[in-house]
């Protein structure tokens, strides 16, 4: 007996334990990477408190991952601890296109991407398991989560009561497409002409950094993924900009529609690159303060954006 308990743990308990460190501290990173984002994207100011149950349930996760990822930020300055307990804002940081999401490997987002399109085709059904994932796109359980942790976070997937998962509404016609387009283009225009309209200056100028970056070269690097994120956290910046929350709620949730529509249109990186300019237009004539300016100018790009990418699913079809 005793020489039994000698041998306790057994040497396979140090590897296991290694290796569940290193994946609790994984998804730390990932889901630290992921608040950051959500400070930059929301123009959280310093002091803002971040409470643990909240950030969970908005990242889908338990609050041990959540609070793992708030003590890292924590190290690095970004967060700091509140008097009464727990963490707030200490810095804005600067949001990038470059920032890791749930899943940051090439083979890893490929099998993201083709998710994305097989969804699209209507090859996966409304309702998946989990296990049926897995053998799909031959995922292990860890893998899975946390492709489905990504997914759910950027709205497009829910997990179902008991088991299972369900993918929600998104666009999939390029008549329900067009359409979205010509709402932003009556939307967003008249987002700048709202009484309630305030330049948030440090939200614009990150998203300049960000389109900045892009253009020197990111844009060639970057997956349709970060693109598409870099893109609308503009588009929304703006809109929030208005103090409209219906038409701040409108855009995110058409956003939510066309994500995956846009994934099919982003291997023209040209033409993105050519549309990162136009941002960085766009938000400078924001910062001069040429409001009216802006808003013609963004009624165009949104229309020559509508008519480059309607031609370029025509000619998919032809093909």
């Not at 308990?13 to 460190?21: F, L, M, Y």
Request: aromatic share 6%; with cysteine; net charge positive.
């Amino acid at each position: 007996m005793w020489s039994t308990l000698r041998w306790w743990p057994p040497p396979e308990a140090a590897h296991i334990v290694r290796t569940a460190s290193r994946a609790s501290r994984g998804l730390g990173e990932l889901l630290a990477a992921q608040i950051e984002q959500l400070i930059a994207r929301e123009s959280l100011s310093a002091g803002t408190p971040l409470v643990e149950r909240a950030l969970a349930a908005r990242l889908r996760v338990s609050r041990s991952p959540v609070r793992e990822a708030l003590r890292l930020l924590a190290e690095r300055g970004t967060v700091g601890p509140r008097p009464e307990g727990g963490y707030l804002v200490r810095r804005r940081p600067k949001a990038s296109p470059l920032t890791p999401g749930f899943v940051s490997e090439p083979a890893q987002e490929a099998i993201y991407l083709k998710i994305s399109e097989d969804r699209l085709a209507g090859i996966l059904p409304a309702r998946v398991s989990e296990n049926d994932l897995m053998r799909r796109y031959g995922l292990t359980k860890a893998q899975l989560g946390g492709l489905l942790r990504r997914i759910a976070n950027e709205g497009w997937i829910e997990r179902l009561p008991g088991h299972g998962w369900r993918f929600l509404p998104i666009l999939t016609s390029a008549d329900t497409y067009g359409q979205a387009y010509r709402f932003r283009i009556l939307i967003e225009p008249a987002a700048m002409h709202e009484p309630g309209f305030r330049i948030d200056e440090a939200a614009l100028r990150t998203c300049l950094a960000e389109q900045q970056t892009l253009i020197d070269g990111a844009v060639k690097r970057v997956s349709p993924a970060q693109l598409f994120d870099a893109n609308t956290r503009l588009h929304e910046t703006i809109a929030a900009c208005s103090g409209n929350v219906f038409i701040l709620e409108s855009l995110k949730r058409i956003n939510r529609l066309r994500r995956l529509m846009e994934y099919r249109k982003t291997a023209d990186r040209e033409a993105a690159a050519r549309r990162c300019r136009e941002h960085k237009t766009l938000i400078e004539l924001l910062l001069s303060g040429r409001r009216r300016a802006a808003a013609d100018f963004i009624g165009r790009h949104l229309r020559e954006a509508a008519r480059e990418k309607a031609m370029g699913h025509a000619a998919a079809l032809d093909d």
